[in-house]
């Protein structure tokens, strides 16, 4: 069965204390894998697209690692802005375009 | 350009009555896909709609069903709703020429309770 995990649930930081968000997933024939950014009573914001293994994007803050098993979102020198809740999701290769969504990291920055 | 939005943004229903939600897709998009995210969850796969049928869909039970107009507006309509029909319900939008579905856009979602 596809699933996608995501570690911690929730995460404090203090602006400018950098730190990961970690996604596990397990799926047949991974197509792609797809961190979004959805603040309180918003609709997901996507940030970043990865394909295959050894691939990075980087945006801002923000840089997108993935690997066979897992992805990482780096996140450097963060600011109060940066709070939100980060979902990660895949598309698996038998899909059409649906994503399966991780539960999320809900990160907390405080000045 | 307008994004993706949706309608109503807030509802209360009770149980067993029946609820419509309208999504208008982001200019230039032809594909719908529906999502349910429940409080503390993420987003869960319903079904998605493209040239008006709909081409795949998630576990969801028949009370899930929806449509999609000619000019790619969808609605989701939920019959005999139950206490754990209460979520966020999401609309996303893509052009189907990409390969992927990369760059979903969302909408903002419609917030439903059922008491």
Do not use: M
Not at chain 1, 53 to 62: C, F, H, I
């Amino acid at each position: 069965e596809d699933q996608v995990t995501q570690s911690p649930e929730a995460l404090r930081l203090q602006e400018g204390e950098s730190s990961s968000l970690n996604c596990s997933y397990t799926v047949s024939g991974l197509r792609g894998l797809f961190w979004y950014r959805q603040d309180p009573g918003k609709g997901p914001e996507f940030l970043f697209t990865l394909y295959s293994a050894g691939e990075e994007k980087e945006k801002e803050r923000l840089k997108a690692t993935l690997t066979k098993k897992e992805s990482f979102l780096h996140i450097t020198a963060p600011k109060p802005e940066d709070s939100a809740t980060y979902l990660c999701a895949v598309q698996a290769g038998g899909s059409q375009g649906n994503l399966i969504f991780g539960k999320g990291t809900k990160l907390s920055v405080k000045p | 350009d307008a994004g993706v939005t949706q309608s109503p943004t807030h509802l209360i229903k009770t149980r067993g009555q029946q609820v419509t939600l309208r999504c208008s897709p982001k200019s230039g998009h032809d594909t719908v896909s529906w999502y349910q995210q429940a409080l503390g969850q993420g987003p869960q796969f319903i079904f998605q709609y493209y040239e008006e049928e709909e081409r795949q869909r998630g576990n969801f039970p028949d009370r899930f069903s929806g449509h999609q107009f000619p000019n790619y507006s969808s609605e989701l309509n939920v019959n005999a709703l139950l206490l754990g029909d209460s979520a966020l319900y999401l609309c996303a939008s893509s052009p189907r020429t990409h390969a992927t579905n990369e760059k979903l856009f969302f909408g903002s979602g419609t917030q439903l309770s059922v008491l």
